[in-house]
Structure formats: C-alpha cells, structure tokens
C-alpha cells in the first residue's frame, strides 16, 4: 500500500478513517507504519493510529494540510481465531438467516412484508428440528436401537456391550438404552443454547448511540435490567414495508411525528437484543421437545401396542400431549413478533426467556423414567419410524418456501427493479439452500455412522446387518450425483461464455490504454482477468437453477421413498438392468458424496485451529454472511456488524462533536458497507460534516441487487442526498466491488468515478520500468486516483468548526486517547 500523497490545503483539522474489507488487515498495513497504537477499543475491534499521531487534536497546525489517518480494525469480530472457524458447522443457520433480509421493497405492504418474515423465521426452526433430529438419528436409533439390538453389532464393539440386548443387564431394555442416548442430542441443543447466548452477551448488547448521549454507555450486561431509562429516537420509518414492531396505535410511541429514514438507519436496527433473546428460547424448546418427541413416540408406540398397566399409558399420553402443547407455544413465539427496529428496544422478556426452554427441559426430563420404566417383554426391531419425521420435515420445508417465494413475487412486483436478483425470488432461493445444506449435513453424519457400523456395505443394502439410516435419506443423497449432472450444463456454458468475453475485451483493453505496439500476451491477461470478473454478475440465475433443482429433486426423493418403500438399490432391483444399475451407482455415490460434504466442513475447522491462513480463508465466508443480525436463526454467528457499525457510529460523532473537525470515513469491500451502515446511523448534523470514501464496494453489486430493500437503488440514492459528499472508485478487474450506480442529482456529482484502469500502466514507462501487477480487488490505495480523491472529498466538506479550548483535553486526554 502506497502512502497517501496529495491533501486538502484548507479547510482545518480533518479526520480520514479508514474501515478495511474481507480477510481483515492489520493497523501497520493500513496506516502505512510499524509503529501504531490503540486509540481506543478492546483486543477485539479498536481504533489505531501511527504513534506520531496520537497527539494530533493538541497540535492541529502540524495537521493543517494533511489529514489525520486513524484505522478500524475489524477482522477480530470474524476470524479472530481457531474456535469461530468451527462456525462453519452453523452454514444452514447463517445462510437461512440470510433469506430473511432479501426480501424487495414493499413501501405499501406491510402485511406481506410481516407474513414474508414470519415464513423464514418458520423455515428457521424447521432447521433447528431437522438438526436434532438428526443427532437423534444416529444416537437414538442407529447407536441404542439398531446396533445395541443387535447381538453382532453390538459384539464388535466393546464401548456398546454394556447396552447390549444379549446380556441383558439393567441398560439392555429399548427404552433404558434409548433414554441414556438421549444425552447426546440434548447436549448438542444444550451446546447451541450456550453459545448463542454468550455472543448475544457480547454482540447484542453493544447499544447504538441516541442523539441525546454525550458519551457512549458501557455495554449491557446480558442480566442487567433492560427497563432503565434511555432517550428513545422519536424517528419512525415513514416506510410501511418495515415489519412492524407491534406498538398499539394509541402508544407514545405510536403518536410521535415520523421522519424519512432508511431501515439501516432506525436506531434499533442495530440493536436486536429483545428478538435474538425469543428466538433463542423458542429454538432450544424446540430442540429439548424434538428429544422428547423422540422418547415418547417409541415408549407411546410400544406400550399402545402391548398390554401395560393404566398409569404406564397415561403418563405417556400427557407426555405427548404436553410435547404438543408446547410446541403450539413455540410456534406462537416464533410467528408473533418480528424486530423492533423504529426505536431502541431495551425490553427483554425475561420470563418468556426462562421458562419456555426450562418447561422444555423438563418435559424431557420426565420423558426419561418413563422411557426407563421395566418393559421386559419389549425388543428392537427393524428402525424407528425416522421416515415419516424426515418425510414431514421436508414437504414443511418445500411448502413454506414455496409459500416464500409467493409472497417475494408479490412483493417485487409492487416496486420492480430490473437489477434484482432473481426478479425477488433471491430469498427463497437462498432459503432452498439453506434446506439442502442442513439435509446435506444432517443426512452426511447419519450416512458416515450407518456406514461405520454397518461395515463395508452401502447403508441399507446390507444382506446379514440391519444398520441403515431412514430411507428417505439414502433417497436424498441419491439425487446428489443427479444434482451435480445437471450443473454440468450451465458450468461449460459459463466456461464458454467466459472465454468469449475475453476474446471480446481484447480490442476494448488496447483502446482504454490507447497503446501503440499491443502485447497479445498482456492483452489476454487483462481481458481474461476482467471476463472472469464479470463472472460475479452470473451467481443469480446459477443460483436459481440449484435452488430449483434442489425443491424437485427433494420432492422426488421424498416420492420414492414413499412409493419405494426401500433404499433406490433395493426399489429398482426388479427393473430394467442399466436402470438398476443406474439407481445403485446413484446411492453408492450420493452415500460417500453426502458423507464426504460433511467430512469436508469438519477438516476445514479443524484445519483452520492449525492453519492461519485457512482460517483468514474460512473467516472471509462470515465476513459477508455474518454481516445482517440475527433475525431469523438464532444459533447463526453472530452478527459482527452489531458491534463494528456502533464503534464507528460512536468514533465518527465523538470526534466531529467534540473537535468540529471534518471527516472522511473510507472503506474498502465489507468495510464500505460498514462505513455505509454507520453513515446512516449518524445524526444530520454529523453527516453534514463527513465525506464517503468508497473503493472495491459491493454495494450495489452483491447488495443492491441481493438486499434491494436495504441496499437498493432507493436507499443507495437517499445515502446519496443525506451525506455531504460520496464518492466510488471501481475497476473492471474486480470480482467483488462494482459501481453504485447513483446518478447525478441537483447540485450533487454523481458517485461512481471513472473506471480505474487495472494494470496502472499497460507496459514498461519511464515512471513504471517494471511491468505492474493486476491488482483485481486489492490495493486501490496503490492508485494515485485514491489519494486525489479523498483530497477532493476534504476539500468539499464545510471549513471546521472553532475549537473550544479545553475541549479534545477533557475528552480525549493528553496522550490522545479517545473516549469514542
């Protein structure tokens, strides 16, 4: 990175702060000096500075044509270190929450825009059951049922002898060897419930500053009392489409005058604590219940079938029906109430919180001596009924993302926007996904177990052991090879695409450098560089086509299963042979593909505890899927940006109140949404005094046309209107950052500045002897084009503020240091 160069000659004592992108990067990377020290902040996410600078507000004359350059470092919130790597193992959650913020605009709707949101929260919580019952799965029926009853099984494995249905001891009997594997799936709900509740502590609790503070407040406990006084923003969306925060129409609240504001710059945008804390119970009831529902079912079948004594049955039947009353609750919980994001929601349901997952808990809890209780006549055979709750699980799925993508058609076509991804219909894609993920692991670990302990042979095709998972699950990893057959299509159409486009940028690239003696062999790679740019612009309709799929080949697995009634290799024995043969290959395929997809997640968290590169890798993928709150899928990671988007909020409105300074705020890739997010968040009386700097921005490139209802054109155009000046350097050789696509508007240039040429220079000059890289995404700082424009933007800005004396001591002291 080069050193900034060219600076504003007037205008007083100004601030650039610079916000880096995916990957993260270290203050001695961005300030350009190996001696930086923390302004303020924590380990975790803190401002730094060149230890030149750390006294600059007391000697602003050294400052007078040179801004003061102070860096955001970030990368902590996201791949900090080993442990988050294994947040991998949470990509059905993150990506299922991520559906939840696709919706389109809908400014005249708000009773779809509430029945868009409550559709993904219930496709949410059908991945929290699907997971259970998966660990359910291996643990409850291929471990205690199937292989303990299994006198062969069972005998090659030691660790399960004292289960064994042969020696019959104590734990011998189906429902005590059931019961005790019940620990597992509860200590797996249990897991989840802790670490969402330890990054709600530490992420939800990071409180947005009201245009009443002074100084920013300590973060919350996550047992502090929620109800103490706060200075409510009287700002409401005047924009309908909002979920509603179910405020009566007669509350204060209610009553207050609106004002214009985009939905990122509500001051409870940030600040889900209330919701995450709901969502959170309900979830982990419906994991405890999952269990339950496990226990009793079996117990229920069993002793429905026998002869057993009345008080035996009727604790079974209220065990039941408490399982359903309870899961009536959670459903309630669920659908009733969305974000509050118009005002700064400190409520917290304290006793919702509690109870629900403690009733749960202890359903379950008395499941368990029922499922103890002396069946001596009892036996395991054959598997339990795990067909029939996977089946249910995934015609729920298909049905509520079908009922999804209904609602987003009916939203985008009240406010239409050609650069929409999918034409609305990127929400329930990106929930497909999330489907198809969580059967993909959830069938993955039972398909890897079934085929441990069924030996060497296919899960469910084995002729002297019973083992094997459900067969709508081999149904389901079958269709896996089908899946990547019909990807093969559009890929070599891409491929193909590709190649021409770079054949076809050849002649565009001479004419841009206006060279006289073109170099095919540099030609070609500046061309093929920006063809395969521009193959970002192609993950939409690739999108489409595998959530598409997915839905009808999930539909046809689930017909198979039912019509079949057998593993495929077992249906089609009888058919013709290359069909037989064709359905064999598919699940002897799909069962190591499915079980290999899961191997993979876990080797590169394991690797990612070893490797830091790996884990910087691994840490990019939650830099962008990590970025919206928790509003759907609360055992998601954590939503980093309820941390990074108050910092910058708090630093931005310390610094400008309290030295009257100008201020221009830079960010690159994830970090311009970032600046962005906490440019909206600033009081108009601060953003008239700050600049946005933009480079490598997806902005509107991946969240415009993903996120339309909070990145689209309108919001975008309204950033535009409300900042005292923006601008956006982009190049064509860049696969993640794009124009922003504002136009001019009044007296305001438009944002997005010429393309910048990548290479700087085509071949050797005199200034560049060397021939120069091709810096894609990466280093736009390198470009002179950067510093220019950041000299331009100070230049703009209003002359700062006097200074009253006395002031930048009392709050930032004489060392510097920031209260911000």
Known sequence: MSPATPSPKHGGAALELLVHGVGGATPQDMLDDPRTVRVTGDATAAMY?????????????????????????????????????????LLPFMVANLA????????????????????????????????????????????????????????????????????????????????LAAVVPAALVGLLWYLSNRTWSAYEAQRPPTAHDDTPPLAEPAGSPSGRGESADPATDADPGAEADDEPAGSPEAALPTELRPALGRRGFWYGRRLVARLRAAHTAAGFLTVAAALTGATGRHDRATAPDALRTDFGWGLQAAVVVLA??????????????????LRLERALVAWLPCASLLLLALAVPHACWSRPEWRSAGTLPGDTTFGALTLVQGGLVVALGAVALLLHRRRPESRTALHGLGGPAVAMLACALGGVMSGGVAQRVADWLDGSATPGM????????????SWQASVIPVLLVMLLAPAVLLAVRTAR?????????????????????????????????????????????????????????????????????????GAHPAIASAADTAQSLGSWMIGFGFILFVTWGRRAYKDASA????????????????AAHPFAPPCYAERAVPD????????????????VISGHSQGSVLAAAAVWQLPPATRRRVALLTYGSPLERLYGRWFPAYFGPGPLRGLHRTVHCWSNLHRATDPIGGPVRVPAEGDRPAVDRPVLLDPVEYGRTQAHPLPEPILGHSDYQADPVFAAERAALLDRLPPALPRQRGTARTDQGSSGRSSG
């Not at 219930?122 to 259970?132: G, K, N, P």
């Not at 009536?328 to 969305?338: F, I, N, P, S, T």
């Not at 310390?654 to 030295?659: A, K, P, V, Y």
């Open 648 to 663: 910058l909020t708090w630093r931005m409105s310390s610094w400008t109140r309290h030295t009257g300074g100008r201020l």
């Open 100 to 179: 939840h913020w696709m919706r389109p605009p809908a400014p005249d709707r708000p009773g779809l825009v509430r029945l868009y949101g409550v559709l993904v929260r219930l496709v949410a919580l059908t991945l929290t059951v699907l997971l259970t019952a998966a660990a359910c799965e291996v643990a409850l029926d291929l471990t205690a049922w199937q292989c303990a009853g299994d006198a062969a099984c069972a005998q090659d494995r030691s660790w399960l002898g004292f289960l064994s249905a042969e020696r019959g001891g104590w734990w011998s009997q189906p429902g005590r060897r059931l019961a």
């Open 501 to 573: 486009a770079a054949r076809r940028l050849g002649p565009v690239v001479e004419a841009a450098y206006a060279t006289v003696t073109p170099d095919p062999v540099r030609t070609g790679r500046i061309a093929a560089t920006r063809a395969r740019a521009g193959l970002t612009d192609f993950a939409p309709p690739l999108v489409g086509i595998v959530s598409g799929a997915t839905l009808f080949l999930g539909a046809a697995s689930v017909a198979g299963a039912w019509i079949g009634g057998a593993v495929p290799g077992r249906a089609f024995e």
């Open 328 to 345: 009536a609750v959670v459903l309630w919980v669920v659908c009733r109430r969305g974000r509050s994001e118009r005002r700064l929601d």
């Open 615 to 630: 884990r910087r890798t691994i840490g990019i993928l939650w830099d962008v899927g990590t970025f919206w709150p928790r």
């Open 462 to 473: 084995g002729d002297g052991s019973p083992i094997g998972p459900p067969v709508l699950l």
């Open 49 to 89: 500075r060149r230890c030149d600078d750390l006294d600059a507000e007391d000697h602003p004359e050294r400052y007078a044509e040179r801004p003061v350059p102070e860096a955001y470092c970030w990368s902590n919130l996201t791949s900090g270190n080993g442990a988050r790597a294994l947040w991998l193992l």
